[in-house]
């Protein structure tokens, strides 16, 4: 069965395919989180989208419901953190210069603690600016790739630094698509749940809970027709004549598929022309409806 557009659905159909833009507090795991909002909601599953140490707060997108399907776009996008650099002697007066040497590709192991393999990999770090420095301590604005350690890269700053340096706290501020500008908190998913189960109205929930679209809107968009919808829906590819518009996508990148009416079918990775007349367009990741 299709879904209807995102802004026409009810409450419950809202949380069953939902995402909500959650500020992690001090102290929980984000496994934790996931598993209270899921309780909160009252539906059978919920997915937090990149992991956060308990003593992190900040960005924590938590899909709702089936929208727990969505929680590889996460791994496609870049991350933003704050965060403070704990130095173990003086700073340098050139540690700009020296930070700024770790813009790029960087050589990384896992920590112990890790749950992957402690296995040698790159990762990229975009921006990394010095916001203010004091004393021993340096507020530093991190946008990176999914999957760097913070903590990892804080101690080698130290060692480049000739300081020695440790990660204080940090703060996650971004996590594609979602910002910190939208951030909600716990208690605000509870008073919209508790307003719509004891009164009936859900103005406050939908600022809260958005519909899980929401998380695709950084990946490129397929429009589908409706009954090429209802053939994905049983497992069907995506094939040229049911392609209604395409965003440019590289082959084998991973894209979005939506119904006219901007309800979410699929996810697939690009593998043809979409404005060729026939041949396979799209090969099926995950099917969300």
Request: glycine residues 8%; negative net charge; contains cysteine.
């Amino acid at each position: 069965m299709l879904r209807g557009p995102p802004d026409d659905r009810s409450p419950a159909d809202l949380l069953e395919f939902g995402v909500v833009n959650l500020d992690k507090p001090p102290g929980p795991s984000a496994h934790q989180v996931a598993g209270w909002v899921r309780d909160m909601a009252e539906v059978e599953q919920a997915a937090h989208a990149g992991t956060l140490d308990p003593k992190v707060t900040g960005c924590l997108p938590v899909l709702t419901g089936t929208a727990t399907r969505l929680s590889q776009v996460f791994l496609e996008g870049s991350k933003e953190y704050v965060a403070v650099l704990e130095l173990h002697d003086k700073p340098p007066a050139d540690i700009e210069a020296i930070v700024a040497e770790f813009e790029g590709p960087l050589y990384q192991k896992p920590p112990r603690k890790s749950a992957v393999a402690r296995r040698l990999r790159v990762r990229e770090v975009y921006e990394l600016d010095v916001i203010e420095v004091k004393d021993r301590q340096s507020l530093l604005r991190i946008r990176c790739e999914s999957g760097t350690y913070i903590r990892k890269l804080c101690h080698d700053l130290g060692l480049a630094l000739g300081t020695g340096a440790h990660m204080g706290h940090l703060r996650r501020t971004a996590t594609d698509p979602f910002d910190d500008a939208t951030l909600v908190t716990m208690e605000d998913l509870a008073d919209g749940l508790a307003r719509w189960r004891e009164d009936g109205e859900s103005d406050w929930l939908r600022e809260v809970v958005h519909p899980a679209e929401r998380a695709l809107s950084h990946l490129p968009e397929i429009t589908i027709a409706p009954s090429a919808a209802e053939e994905v829906a049983h497992g069907a590819q995506i094939y040229a004549p049911g392609v209604i518009d395409a965003e440019s996508a590289e082959e084998g990148q991973l894209v979005a598929c939506f119904t006219p009416d901007e309800a979410a079918v699929c996810l697939g990775t690009m593998v043809g022309d979409a404005e060729a007349e026939e041949g396979l367009v799209v090969e099926l990741e995950r099917v969300l409806v």
